[in-house]
Protein backbone atom coordinates (compact mmCIF):
# COMPACT_ATOMS: atom_id res chain seq x y z
CA UNK A 1 0.00 0.00 0.00
CA UNK A 2 2.80 2.31 0.75
CA UNK A 3 3.92 2.53 -2.60
CA UNK A 4 0.84 3.22 -3.93
CA UNK A 5 0.89 5.97 -1.87
CA UNK A 6 4.08 7.29 -3.05
CA UNK A 7 2.91 6.69 -6.30
CA UNK A 8 0.34 9.35 -6.16
CA UNK A 9 2.27 11.41 -4.32
CA UNK A 10 4.90 11.22 -7.03
CA UNK A 11 1.94 12.03 -9.74
CA UNK A 12 0.50 14.78 -7.93
CA UNK A 13 3.87 16.86 -7.41
CA UNK A 14 4.29 16.22 -11.38
CA UNK A 15 1.36 17.53 -12.42
CA UNK A 16 1.51 20.41 -9.98
CA UNK A 17 5.27 21.22 -11.23
CA UNK A 18 3.42 21.31 -14.97
CA UNK A 19 1.38 23.88 -13.84
CA UNK A 20 4.55 25.84 -12.42
CA UNK A 21 2.54 26.23 -9.22
CA UNK A 22 4.56 26.20 -5.66
CA UNK A 23 3.14 23.83 -3.11
CA UNK A 24 2.20 26.70 -1.15
CA UNK A 25 0.06 27.92 -3.93
CA UNK A 26 -0.98 24.87 -4.79
CA UNK A 27 -2.22 24.17 -1.18
CA UNK A 28 -4.23 27.59 -1.13
CA UNK A 29 -5.95 26.68 -4.29
CA UNK A 30 -7.03 23.51 -3.32
CA UNK A 31 -7.98 24.16 0.18
CA UNK A 32 -5.89 22.44 1.50
CA UNK A 33 -2.72 23.24 4.75
CA UNK A 34 0.50 23.59 2.81
CA UNK A 35 2.16 21.07 5.26
CA UNK A 36 -0.67 18.15 4.93
CA UNK A 37 -0.32 18.73 1.26
CA UNK A 38 3.80 18.64 1.17
CA UNK A 39 3.43 15.32 3.11
CA UNK A 40 1.00 13.93 -0.09
CA UNK A 41 3.30 14.97 -2.39
CA UNK A 42 6.09 12.70 -0.52
CA UNK A 43 3.77 9.58 0.14
CA UNK A 44 3.68 10.26 3.84
CA UNK A 45 -0.06 11.59 3.49
CA UNK A 46 -2.98 8.92 2.84
CA UNK A 47 -5.54 11.64 1.49
CA UNK A 48 -9.37 10.85 1.09
CA UNK A 49 -11.28 10.39 -2.08
CA UNK A 50 -12.43 14.24 -1.13
CA UNK A 51 -9.06 15.82 -0.71
CA UNK A 52 -8.40 14.05 -3.68
CA UNK A 53 -11.21 15.84 -5.52
CA UNK A 54 -9.63 19.07 -4.61
CA UNK A 55 -6.29 18.84 -5.46
CA UNK A 56 -7.54 17.47 -9.36
CA UNK A 57 -9.99 20.66 -9.14
CA UNK A 58 -6.93 22.75 -8.35
CA UNK A 59 -4.87 21.27 -11.05
CA UNK A 60 -7.61 21.71 -13.48
CA UNK A 61 -7.82 17.95 -14.18
CA UNK A 62 -10.15 14.65 -14.14
CA UNK A 63 -9.34 12.83 -10.91
CA UNK A 64 -8.55 9.66 -12.35
CA UNK A 65 -5.33 11.52 -13.78
CA UNK A 66 -4.02 11.99 -10.58
CA UNK A 67 -3.95 7.93 -10.82
CA UNK A 68 -2.20 7.85 -14.81
CA UNK A 69 1.43 5.86 -13.82
CA UNK A 70 4.52 6.46 -17.21
CA UNK A 71 3.99 3.28 -19.05
CA UNK A 72 7.59 2.69 -18.24
CA UNK A 73 6.69 2.90 -14.21
CA UNK A 74 3.54 0.70 -15.51
CA UNK A 75 5.67 -2.34 -16.41
CA UNK A 76 7.75 -1.77 -13.43
CA UNK A 77 5.03 -2.88 -11.70
CA UNK A 78 3.27 -5.27 -13.92
CA UNK A 79 6.69 -7.22 -13.77
CA UNK A 80 6.45 -7.04 -9.90
CA UNK A 81 3.02 -7.99 -9.69
CA UNK A 82 4.64 -11.62 -11.02
CA UNK A 83 6.99 -12.11 -8.44
CA UNK A 84 6.58 -15.40 -5.85
CA UNK A 85 5.35 -13.61 -2.76
CA UNK A 86 3.80 -10.35 -4.50
CA UNK A 87 0.47 -9.44 -3.13
CA UNK A 88 -2.95 -10.93 -5.21
CA UNK A 89 -4.72 -7.53 -6.31
Avoid: C, W
Avoid at 48 to 55: E, G, M
Amino acid sequence: MEEVITALGKRIRELRRHTGLSQEKMAARAGLDRTYYAGIERGERNPSVKQLAKIARALDVPIGRLFDVPETEQRKEDTSLNQPGAPNV
